[in-house]
């Protein structure tokens, strides 16, 4: 399975333990306040043990006794939780560490980091249909207008495209689910409030009301067909996007993933250096 390609093999070890719902909420919290909101940033370790030493007050957990799963492959070297929890998330390949000078920084795996990235989603996964159609629109609008600079257009609405489909699959299945919830409920008054507020409005669609306006983003459905038939017929225009993607990275049949890997640190250096 091409998951394990990316991840180390060890990283769900701490998730699959007796302590699973603390390193949960760990993972959670470092990846909430330090790593998705400091992107350019990358951490010194006394930061992530002391974001580590909070947490870990937070859910009542004060010493090794409370935290140790009795692993042989836990660190022996430390009688404090907060040491043993961070010791746990580097060695399992969670965290990785690079020292410059007497500094020691920490990052997050890459591949980890996006991981927590897609499970954070969830909690705020309902589908907004009116960005994702005008974006699908722009996007398309861009690389037919510009198809030598702006390539990119078409890989970004690819993606967006690919994005909704996936999240409208994801409202049919949840069909199932909110239709015997209503099957079992006798009163129309919550039958209705169970459709609407609790599946439509508070769960999937965060932008339902406006499908009922004038201002709705299904009037460009035509507009998008128009412009990918335009596109897809146009073999010079083809041509011309073709070779900017590839100049830009992107190889193969998929089109996202064009850009370079890196540390977060790294490019930021970059950045700070073309300023």
Not at 105 to 124: C, H, K, Q, R, T
Not at 212 to 233: Q, V
């Amino acid at each position: 399975m091409k998951l394990f390609g990316y991840l180390p093999e060890t990283l769900f070890k701490p998730l699959s333990g007796p302590k699973k719902h603390v390193y949960s909420r760990l993972l959670m919290r470092l990846y909430e306040r330090v790593y998705s909101a400091r992107i350019l940033e990358t951490p010194l370790r006394e930061e992530i043990v002391k974001q580590i030493e909070i947490g870990l007050s937070e859910f009542g957990i004060g010493s090794m006794g409370d935290l140790s799963e009795g692993d042989p492959e836990e660190d022996q070297t430390t009688s404090q939780a907060h040491y043993l929890a961070y010791y746990r998330l580097r060695d399992t390949g969670w965290l990785t560490e690079e020292t410059e000078k007497w500094r020691t920084y920490v990052d997050m795996n890459p591949d980890a980091f996006m991981v927590l990235g897609a499970i954070s989603d969830f909690g705020n996964s309902r589908v907004r249909v009116a960005g994702a159609v005008v974006d699908v629109k722009n996007n398309l609008e861009a690389a037919h207008r510009e198809p030598e600079t702006m390539a990119q257009g078409l890989a970004n609405a690819h993606d967006t495209a690919l994005r909704f489909a996936r999240s409208m699959r994801r409202i049919l299945a949840g069909m199932r689910e909110i239709e015997d919830r209503i099957l079992g409920n006798p009163n129309a008054a919550a039958i209705l409030r169970t459709f609407f507020q609790d599946f439509v409005d508070g769960l999937l669609i965060a932008d339902y009301k406006q499908l009922k306006t004038s201002n709705n983003p299904y009037r460009h459905r035509r507009t998008i067909a128009t412009l990918a038939g335009d596109m897809l017929a146009d073999a010079n225009q083809l041509g011309k996007i073709a070779r900017a993607l590839h100049r830009a990275g992107c190889h193969g049949r998929r089109l996202h993933g064009c850009h370079g890997r890196g540390t977060r640190r790294r490019r930021a250096r970059e950045d700070q250096e073309r300023l």
